[in-house]
């Protein structure tokens, strides 16, 4: 059978394998080129990120970004993690955005931007999830059901 132990002291000295640091190294994830990717979503858009070391150029879909997204607002989401980190004219980011509209759109970038910085350099992470910005924020519409005008929407009732 095992051995009793009574005391700390022989807690400690017992022959037990010193238990390893369970915190997860977060480690450099590059591609062949040189470049970091993530996938950002939010509501129905996936967005398709990719950073590498440049000037600040901002592209989506084939686009300059300030045309893509015209509204400032927009705009202002989608350089969030960049401007947080201090990053701004190091990166130059490529962005593929599918589904869903423009507002999600811009979520969905912004989350792929946030998780590209963390691969391209994991000393950002701290700064990045004190933003909010790894976190995937999961809300989507609410299906609609039988019998109901909308999602919970009654039909407008009539006593006659």
């Given at each position: ?9 022989a807690l400690g000295t ?136 909308k999602a919970r929407r ?7």
């Open positions: 059978m095992a051995e009793t132990i009574n005391s700390l002291e017992s022959a037990a394998a010193p238990v390893a640091s369970s915190a997860p190294v977060h480690v450099q994830k590059l591609d062949s080129l040189g470049r970091a990717y993530a996938t950002g979503k939010r509501k129905n858009a996936v967005a398709r990120v990719w950073i590498k070391p440049g000037k600040g150029k901002v592209t989506v879909n084939g686009r300059e970004f300030a045309a893509y997204f015209a509204r400032p607002v927009l705009q202002l989401i989608v350089k969030q993690p960049i401007v947080a980190t201090d990053r701004l004219d190091q990166y130059d980011v490529n962005v593929t955005v599918a589904g869903g509209g423009l507002s999600g759109q811009a979520g969905a970038v912004r989350h792929g931007i946030s998780k590209a910085l963390n691969y391209f350099e994991p000393g950002l992470r701290p700064i990045l999830k004190k933003g909010g910005f790894l976190t995937r924020d999961s809300r989507v519409v609410e299906r609609k059901k039988y019998g109901k005008a009654s039909f407008q009732f009539s006593k006659r």
